[in-house]
């Protein structure tokens, strides 16, 4: 296949109809252990597939109410099931961020965005704030044209205050990384009421992107999966 802007674009109108975007892409370096593309040899390059905001929420709420109760890991599996329909049709090869191993995500993000890490690990979108994540990934065996992405302003370097290093009753995020289980133990507590109904307190007291918080419901959904509730 023969990348244009046209298939670009086709792309990007397959995955609009689930409410997700395409989050840039690059090609993979010559000496770069690629993942295997389509036919099983090495990606030469990847569009990533993600969403800003809660836009996908209502596309899966409805597929949900289509499946059986109780369904295991019912995003990753929604997402499977799109971004592999659109893999298919532009023959290329879907991957998931839980696949295991883990692959790069936000590596190949901070490629395809210029982005940068918050304090919190996720991200810092100039637009989305913290509210911004990556479902997948379409793996091509040719290269693509892409324009290189503009540099990024990284908000985090002129907030002062950093709020989302102060509203954690537990300190979970530190200068030291994530205290996991820290957090999940708070989270799953008597007093983690506050984190299971409207999500991290951290992340919700960015001041950036608040036009794309998620809704409380797709905030405690995240929570649950995150801490098995
Ligand atoms: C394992 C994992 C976790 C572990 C981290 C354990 C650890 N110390 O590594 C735990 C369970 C703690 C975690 C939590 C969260 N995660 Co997480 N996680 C992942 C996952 C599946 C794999 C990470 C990995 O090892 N990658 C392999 C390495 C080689 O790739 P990498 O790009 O170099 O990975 C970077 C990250 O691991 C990052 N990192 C390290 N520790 C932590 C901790 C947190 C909280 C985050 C966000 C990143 C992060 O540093 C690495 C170096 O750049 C990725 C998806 C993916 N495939 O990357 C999501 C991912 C990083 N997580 C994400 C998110 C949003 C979260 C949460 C904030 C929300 C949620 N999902 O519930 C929570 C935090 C809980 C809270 N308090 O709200 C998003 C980030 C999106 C963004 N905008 O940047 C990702 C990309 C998933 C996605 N679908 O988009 N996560
Ligand atoms: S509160 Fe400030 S430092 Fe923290 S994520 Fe938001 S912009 Fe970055
Ligand atoms: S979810 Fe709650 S306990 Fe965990 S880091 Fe966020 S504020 Fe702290």
Redesign the pocket.
Known sequence: MIFSRGTIDGIAAALAVHGLILRGGFNFADDEAAPAGNSGSAAKSALLV?QAGAAPWPHFQRWLVRQARGIANPLDTWSREVIGAVAQEFGARAVS??DRP????????MRAEKLK?SP????MHPTYG?W????GALLFEEEIFLPEPQEAIHLCDTCVEKPCMKSCPVD?YSER??A?EA?LGHVRGPRGEPCRAG??LD?NACPYGTRYRYPSGMQAF??A??ARL
């Open positions: 993600g961020p839980s883990y692959l790069p995500f936000q590596q190949w993000a890490p919190l690990g996720i991200l913290l911004h994540a990556y479902r979970a990384g994530f996991h957090c999500g991290c992340r995240h929570m999966a995150f």
